[in-house]
Structures are given as C-alpha cells and as structure tokens.
C-alpha cells in the first residue's frame, strides 16, 4: 500500500510564503503524476497543482498560477512552494498519487493514492 506522508503546513499572514512536501512510499519511474488539492470548510476538494514524475513543467490551477511552484526531487519528494498567499488559500491540502499515465488528471477520482492532509490557514 502506497503511503504518502506531507508536512509543512501551518497559519501564516496575508502575503506570506509556506512550503509544503509530500513523500511518496512508492514511486514509478516512468510514468505517473503527483498532484496536490485542497478543501475548504463546505467545499469540494479542488485541483490545485500537478507533475509528472518523467520530468516536464508543472501544470496549475488559475487560482494559484503565478505564486505557486511545484517542484520535485530525484528521490520521492514533491514540494509545493506558496507564495503571496490570500486568506481564500486557507484549506487542508492533500498530496495525491497516480501511479500510471502521463496525461495530467485534473479531478480527485483520477489518483489513486492520497496523503493525510496538512492544514493552511491564511490570516488577514
């Protein structure tokens, strides 16, 4: 079973900067994308970020395009780097795992695998 393991969450002000991570237990070398989502308070789990772990950029949602980096490590690592953060970025984000295919799946019943969630409060 696939564990996926994130930190770096936490509160931080309007206009700050946190960098999330996500550990895979398991990951497949040449296909498969790692995505990461967020839920708000009465809301569904929205698309937030995506990479393929053969290489290639990063595909965002318009929301956070522009101050969010995704990135990943050579190991089985991926980061999700938040900047300019808005009080409306507060969620619990997930990391989620596709272990096949390299097209980028947008919805959450397209992974396979998903983290325990780290909570992201942005005050204002």
């Known amino acids: 079973q696939v564990q996926l393991v994130e930190a770096g969450g936490g509160l931080v002000q309007a206009g700050g900067s946190l960098r999330l991570s996500c550990t895979t237990s398991?990951?497949?070398?040449?296909?498969?994308?790692m995505g990461w989502f967020r839920q708000a308070p009465g809301k569904g789990r929205e698309f937030v970020a995506a990479?393929?772990?053969?290489?290639?950029?990063a595909y965002y949602s318009d929301s956070v395009k522009g101050r969010f980096s995704m990135s990943r490590d050579n190991a089985k690592t991926m980061f999700l780097q938040m900047n300019s953060l808005k009080p409306e970025d507060t969620a619990v984000y997930y990391c989620a795992q596709r272990n096949f295919g390299n097209y980028i799946p947008v919805v959450p019943s397209e992974y396979n695998y998903w983290g325990q969630g780290t909570q992201v409060t942005v005050s204002s």
């Open positions: 990479i393929r772990w053969s290489g290639g950029v």
């Open positions: 398991e990951r497949t070398f040449s296909t498969g994308v």
